[in-house]
């Protein structure tokens, strides 16, 4: 007659030893894996110097309070490949630009940033062209569009928006 002698399950300091290994080995891997990430996105930056921005919000809000008085709505069309802007007063008759320039602004990577120059339509004077267009289809997603717009004002028609855009096209 045989007898098993079954030994019980110990825990050793061996088995401690592996135990703290493995926390501290997840605890550095998620860690060198989050600062990996911070460092390769956004970077956090929305002023270069947040005293002088604070100085100049009020003046900003006077502009934006004169300009939201004028009663302009400006139209930005995205589809097909191209870009296109216009002007409109508050009675929808369509207002003469001099130029537009948009900046495509991604909310989370600044180095998708893309500043475009729109032209007038060929053929037409300058000053009097009611839309201006230029070729570009972003990337989808969302972006924040700023559209500064020479209207003849003393400072340009301002224009910024939250868009998306999905298949080329803005939705």
Known sequence: ?????????????RHML??????FAVVIGVNVTMATLAQTSWTGLVVENTYV????????????RAQ???????KLTV???EVHYSLVDAHGKA?????????FRHP?????DEALTLAAPAGVAPGSAQEFAVRHTPKDGVWIVEIDADAGLATPFRDVRRVMIANGAMQ
Request: zero cysteines; aromatic letters at 10%.
């Open 53 to 64: 921005a604070s100085q100049q919000f009020n003046e900003e809000a006077k502009k934006g």
């Open 79 to 81: 589809a097909s490949g």
């Open 68 to 74: 939201a008085a004028l009663g302009w709505t400006g």
């Open 1 to 13: 007659m045989s007898t098993n002698i079954h030994k019980p399950n110990e825990f050793t300091g």
């Open 18 to 23: 592996i135990v703290i290994v493995t926390f």
């Open 108 to 112: 989370a990577y600044e180095a998708e």
């Open 95 to 103: 207002l003469p630009l001099r130029g537009v320039r948009i900046l």
